[in-house]
């Protein structure tokens, strides 16, 4: 097989923040993600699969927690082949000798292909890719939550998800989307409103209280891309107008002093009976952890896809790292497919 190594020439290297896709990336992504589930179902599929980046090393330096990111990403890994190193704490590594992050990262790139990262800091993730660039191995960077900032893996599967939802329904272009709960702190639901940019004719809703709204960045970028979008505290009233609704818990990790604790969050909540109010054929997603945001009675409605969307990580992270080495050509119209 030729080379199969991620390469500067490689459009797709490191995956850093959401306003790097555009909408053919985005397609292609996609398509990508549905042809790697069909290889899965096969024995020989997933043979092929593990062959694909046999001779490649991950690291996952995940020092915020994670269970579904941290996962997803390993099981991703394993799929095809990656063996993977990770550490999981700062107290584990010589940051605790003082060694600086950026030191302790480029050490990872002296032993792997791929660093897959998940760290309180904004930012850290495009730094390291600077430092990357310029020094003699240059390994991707993959960004797996920065802070409040980004979290663009979760992005491209919640797009992912909504396009699979909307499938007989012309994709994400012309939708309606709610997006609730902790909008200010949330990476996920800033991470998925730059990629709006990419579909037609998309209306954004923010609900959320005062304290919690979109943050000015954010709506900056959706005004000068010409992405509609209202903000309310109502989420009864928005319900019937929205084709999904993209629920978020509290980002109560980011307090100073528990000012979420005096927050009403209530009306922020979605209950069974909301369910009634909502299209027949809408959507109901979540990044998850939930905590009482929606009521796990809410889980056996067909509308609750975030059991489907978090399955979908998985498959979207294989192809992200396809992409990321260049083997994805490989998988395009494979003769194991059904
Ligand atoms: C999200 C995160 O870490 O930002 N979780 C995830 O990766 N699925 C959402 C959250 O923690 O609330």
Known sequence: MPERSASPENEFFHVLKTQQFDRSLLDGLCELTTTVRRYAKHREGLHFLRGLLSEKRAMLYFTQPSTRTFLSFNNACQILGIQTSEIRDSATSSEV????????????????????????????????????????????????????????????????????????????????????GDLKRGRTVRSLSYLMKNYRDVKLVF???????????????????????????????????????????????????GESSKVDLS???????????????????????????????????????????????????????????????YLQQGSLLD
Do not use: C
């Not at 390291?128 to 660039?133: C, K, P, Q, S, V």
């Not at 069974?272 to 979540?286: F, N, P, Q, S, T």
């Open 97 to 180: 000798k003082g060694e600086s992050l950026l030191d302790s990262l480029r050490t990872f790139s002296s032993y792997v292909d791929v660093v897959i990262m998940r760290t309180k800091e904004e930012g850290l993730a495009e730094s390291a890719a600077e430092l990357f660039d310029r020094i003699h191995r240059r390994v991707p960077i993959v960004n797996a939550g920065s802070g409040k900032d980004q979290h663009p893996t979760q992005a491209l599967l919640d797009i992912y998800t909504l396009e699979r939802s909307f499938m007989h329904r012309g994709g994400i272009d012309g939708k309606v989307i709610g997006m609730m």
């Open 267 to 329: 009306r922020f909540k979605f209950r069974v009976e909301h369910l009634a109010k909502l299209k027949e054929d809408g959507v109901i997603m979540h990044p998850l952890p939930r905590r009482d945001e929606i009521h796990p009675d809410v889980d056996n409605d067909p509308r609750a896809k975030y059991w489907r969307q978090e399955r979908n990580g998985m498959w979207m992270r294989v192809a992200i790292l396809t992409k990321i080495f260049g083997v994805d050509r």
């Open 207 to 257: 609900i959320s209280p005062p304290a919690f709204r979109m943050e000015e960045d954010i709506k900056a970028h959706l005004r000068e891309h010409g992405v509609t979008f209202t903000e309310t505290e109502d989420m009864e009233a928005a319900l019937p107008s929205l084709d999904a609704i993209y629920i978020t818990r509290i980002q109560d990790e980011h307090d100073v002093s």
